[in-house]
Structures are given as structure tokens and as C-alpha cells.
């Protein structure tokens, strides 16, 4: 009995922090559109994938700092990568790691890019937050449940 309760335990554990199959199928649909977005330089499809808060702040900081947060890419983002996943209630946040590559044709370069996929409605919807941004200690207004 005791090895049951144990194994219940660490199920349990393993399934609460990862992402049911629907968070996972806005998640995946919701980071090509954005990739598409940032590598096609599609500034308002791009900001409409931002989260909100990140977006207030660099609307404060002037017209052109706010411009500049969505200048085209150097590199191409492709090719994510799941990383850490932290939950409360209903709110969800997934480390992504983004592969870079120079152009299509190129291999990728071996340091890869962390964006973090946020939803505050249990992974209905996802907005997206670059690694700098989402270690802001002042001025971006949401809850980290990734330190």
C-alpha cells in the first residue's frame, strides 16, 4: 500500500507540472504563429502575441523605444523547445527555447534564445514574453512563476 501511495504521489507530481494535450495544442499553434510573426516582420501580428504588459511598458517609454521592440529579427527563430513549466491556479508559464539560424539554409547556432509562453487562463490562450523582459523588476506587471 505504501508503494501504491508513493507511486500516486510522484504521478501526480510528473502530471501537475506539465501541460495537458489542449494546453499543448494552443501552445504549439500559438508559438508558429508567433515565429511567423517575428521572422516575417509582421509588427501588429507580432504585438497582438505580446503580452499586454510588456507592451504598456514600452508604450510608456516613447513612440520610439516602443518602434524598436519590434524591429526584424538578425536571425531567424525557429525550432522550439519545451523547457521548464510552472502552474498556479490558472495560471501557466512555459520556458521555450528558440533555436537561431542565420538564414534557412544555415545550421543553427549551439546558444539558443529563451522566450516564456504565458496564459492566464489555464493555456486558452498564450501571449509571449522575451527572456529580458520577463526578468524586469520594474515596469512589466505580471505574476513569474519561472525564477
Avoid at 26 to 51: D, G, I, M, Q
Wanted: hydrophobic letters at 40%; proline letters at 1%; aromatic letters at 14%.
Amino acid at each position: 500500500m505504501r508503494v501504491f501511495f508513493l507511486l500516486f504521489n510522484c504521478l501526480f507530481i510528473l502530471t501537475a507540472c506539465g501541460l495537458n494535450a489542449n494546453q499543448e495544442k494552443t501552445l504549439n499553434s500559438a508559438v508558429v504563429k508567433y515565429l511567423f510573426a517575428v521572422n516575417s516582420n509582421l509588427k501588429l501580428s507580432r504585438a497582438s502575441y505580446t503580452h499586454p504588459s510588456v507592451l504598456k511598458y514600452y508604450k510608456s517609454k516613447g513612440n520610439d523605444q516602443f518602434k524598436n521592440y519590434f524591429l526584424k529579427e538578425e536571425m531567424i527563430w525557429t525550432d522550439f523547445v519545451i523547457g521548464r513549466i510552472e502552474s498556479e491556479e490558472n495560471y501557466v508559464h512555459v520556458e521555450l527555447k528558440i533555436a537561431l539560424k542565420k538564414d534557412e539554409y544555415s545550421e543553427p547556432v549551439k546558444k539558443r534564445n529563451s522566450i516564456f509562453a504565458i496564459s492566464e487562463d489555464s493555456g486558452s490562450t498564450w501571449f509571449f514574453v522575451e527572456n529580458e523582459d520577463y526578468n524586469l523588476t520594474s515596469g512589466v506587471n505580471f505574476k513569474r512563476l519561472i525564477k
